[in-house]
């Protein structure tokens, strides 16, 4: 069955909502985090790492309270998940640890900064691998090797969970497939590639093969992890017939975007001209009402998408 009947209030069509940013780079570049591997969640076996992180959600929370917008924050696990936790020497129950921490930490940092905000914990499940295997994993597989960082997170007490930088609808839908069995809502970000596509499939072919597959359990779908000009040259690739024409403007319900192109050196779109980007993409997919960013962005990219969206 779907879970529409729990989709969180800020996908509400009446307004907009915002998220945070690119929190592995912002710990690096406004914290002075190292990150091992990208692991952030890391940083929560330690009170400075755990204060690194509070400071990091900080002005998001503020800054949603200020606007009087609901805020989607991501927990802080892209890489709790069993191949990158081996990597940088954490164990099952370690990630397990890891994971129900990051939810605590999440609500508690918004308990002290913004406790009236309407707020989404968002679980963040990352993908197992960094760049495209030989063999890609089944959905069955998918479904088991990510299963007990869902569960882990749903227990947790997150609103829901987000497969986050998918690249491949198998592993998408095996993640989707473990939240529908932890009883917890569920929503996809896929992360196109330069040429706009996911390997062979279009964005739209990958959100429609996940609903097929899945009853349409997802409350929605994102685009993350790409530059706005990427993400526009996915959301126009391929032939679109009518379920594909569907796909992107039905199903498409928020963005978190780079502030640079892939490849490109720098710091990417100044804020103003990044949010300007980001906000054009409604033309091409009216049902996005989340709005947050991804490597390369922090709180002035935040801040900017806020002011635009006030005049919407």
Known sequence: MSNTDVTPRVLDPAGFALADGGIETALEA??????????????????EGR????????PFLTLAAVEGMPLVL????WRANPDWGRLVGTDAEGLLRANTAAAELVREVARHVAPTLELTVSGCVGPRYEDEPAVAMTSDEAERYHSPQVRALAAAGVDRVTAVTMTDAAEAEGIVRAARAAGVPAMVSFAPGPDGRLGRKTLAAAILEVDRATDSYPSGYLVNCAHPSEAAHALRSGELGPAEARAITGRIVGFRLNAARHGED??????????RAVLGLRALAPSARVFGGCCGTDAPHIEALAEGLAGR
């Open 51 to 58: 204060a690194a992180l509070a400071e990091y959600y900080r």
């Open 30 to 47: 406004r914290l002075g985090q190292e990150l091992t591997e990208f692991a952030a969640f890391r940083l929560l076996e330690s009170e």
């Open 74 to 77: 991501d927990t802080p696990t």
């Open 266 to 275: 720098g710091e990417g779109e100044r804020p103003t001209e990044f949010a």
